[in-house]
């Protein structure tokens, strides 16, 4: 099974069940795709029999159940690969790297519509026009003031949904743990006693919170 010659050997490893991100370290160089079926696949070249038997020894350490183990080789001499070489490089592209982006994006869409209800709803409370004024006094800003730091976070918080997408890992990690927070703080800084706003608040909070755990944990190699 070791590689002779000119020949590049790579392996196909399958284990059941999806890896867990804070393990992803173990298997630094290697491709690591979690497939729709529920298992993990691991891809990449292994220099020896000892470096394949250390990754299958950390499998094992991990409790995880080895489902597959194929060996694919790839010939540097050929100029033209075959269909099979060609389908080995394209899967040993990651195909599920977005998903952590995908999830925090979808989790500020539900930020936001949250605080737009809040917002309908807080239309029909009468009075609601003298809890601005009285607000807006407490606060030392003019009520136009106090509609623009509305604004700023409704517009921020919509933002989020576009930059968790596109920005790369180390900047979109930080920014969703940083307005996460800042969120958090506007939405209880400006809290009212009514129970439709505190129930949608709280809503609100734990997917923040969910955001910020996530992008906490979200290492590189799912960038």
């Known amino acids: 099974m070791k590689p002779t010659g000119t020949r590049h050997v790579y392996y196909e490893i399958r284990i059941a069940g999806h890896l867990s991100s804070q393990w992803m370290d173990w298997f630094e160089g290697l491709t690591i795709t979690l497939e729709e079926d529920g298992n993990t696949l691991l891809t990449g070249l292994v220099d020896d029999q000892s470096t394949l038997h250390g990754l299958l ?41 977005t998903n952590t982006k995908v999830l925090l994006s979808t ?6 519509i949250n605080i737009l209800k809040a ?3 807080s239309l029909y409370i009468p009075g609601a026009a003298e809890e601005v004024a009285k607000t807006s006094a407490s606060a030392g800003v003019s009520i136009p003031q106090l509609m623009l730091g509305g604004a700023i976070m409704g517009e921020l918080a919509i933002a989020m949904i576009i930059l968790s997408r596109v920005l790369k890992h180390g900047i979109n990690r930080w920014v969703n743990i940083v307005v996460g927070i800042v969120t958090i703080a506007y939405i209880w800084g400006g809290a009212a006693a009514y129970p439709h706003y505190i129930f949608i608040a709280t809503v609100e909070t734990l997917c923040l919170l969910l955001i910020i755990g996530i992008a906490w944990m979200w290492r590189k190699v799912e960038a």
């Not at 790839?74 to 990651?94: D, F, G, I, V, W």
């Open 57 to 97: 020894k950390k499998i094992r350490d991990l409790g995880m159940t080895l489902v597959s183990i194929n060996q694919v080789q790839l010939r540097e001499s050929r100029p033209n690969h075959s269909n099979k070489e060609k389908e080995m490089n394209s899967r040993m592209t990651p195909v599920k790297m």
């Open 107 to 112: 989790l500020w869409i539900v930020v936001v």
């Open 119 to 121: 917002d309908i709803l």
